[in-house]
Structures are given as structure tokens and as C-alpha cells.
Nanobody
């Protein structure tokens, strides 16, 4: 599976962005799709994930502000980010896993190249 993330950019605090991740290769619908982020100088952290049955999971820090969705027909996954805060500044990565704990990056087999989100105060 090849993953291509896009949609990052510079936004003011309180603003919104929508990230997209296009997948190609193996059957997309069978994978758990996740979004992770890596803030400057910090470890990569879980943001959100969605199973093929559209069951979703979120990190506590983004609950109520971010929404993950997928379109299996288009082999794409999205992350709608609202009410952005400066602490959301990070490189965001999409990833695909065959299963397992959705918050563990070690469970993900494929990674996109990352897209930078910068939130100014």
C-alpha cells in the first residue's frame, strides 16, 4: 500500500484544515487507517483511527475537534480538524494497519510521507 498525505498548511488558532490521504496498491477497505502526528522535538503520537466498519478512535487531546472518515470507493481517508490550537502544530502522517491496537504506531505497516500543519497563535 502506498499512501500520500496532503492538505497541511498554515492556519490561525481556531481555524480548520482537512487532511487527505490517498491510498493505492492492495485492497484498501480491509485496513485500519490511522493518523499520527509528530510535534517539533517530540515523539510521534496517535491522533485518530478508523476501522473498515467505520468504527473510530481518537486521542483525548483531539476528541470533539477532529473527525476521521474514510471513503473505501476512493481509497481515501480524511481528517477534519476544527478549532485548531497551536499545540496541534506537527507533521501529520497517515498509516495503514492490518489490525491490532489502533494507537500503537508499531502495528502500522505502511506510512505516508507526512504533511506539515502549523497553527499560529
Amino acid at each position: 500500500v502506498q499512501l500520500q498525505a496532503s492538505g497541511g498548511g498554515l492556519v490561525q488558532a481556531g481555524g480548520s484544515l482537512r487532511l487527505s490521504c490517498a491510498a493505492s496498491g492492495r485492497t484498501f477497505s480491509g485496513y485500519v487507517m490511522g493518523w499520527f502526528r509528530q510535534p517539533p522535538g517530540k515523539e510521534r503520537e496517535f491522533v485518530a483511527a478508523i476501522r473498515s466498519a467505520a468504527i473510530t478512535y481518537y486521542a483525548d487531546s483531539v476528541k470533539g475537534r477532529f473527525s476521521i472518515s474514510r471513503d473505501n470507493a476512493k481509497s481515501a481517508v480524511y481528517l477534519q480538524m476544527n478549532s485548531l490550537k497551536p499545540e496541534d502544530t506537527a507533521v501529520y502522517y497517515c498509516a495503514a494497519a492490518r489490525g491490532g491496537p489502533v494507537g500503537d504506531p508499531r502495528r502500522y505497516d505502511y506510512w505516508g510521507q507526512g504533511t506539515l500543519v502549523t497553527v499560529s497563535s
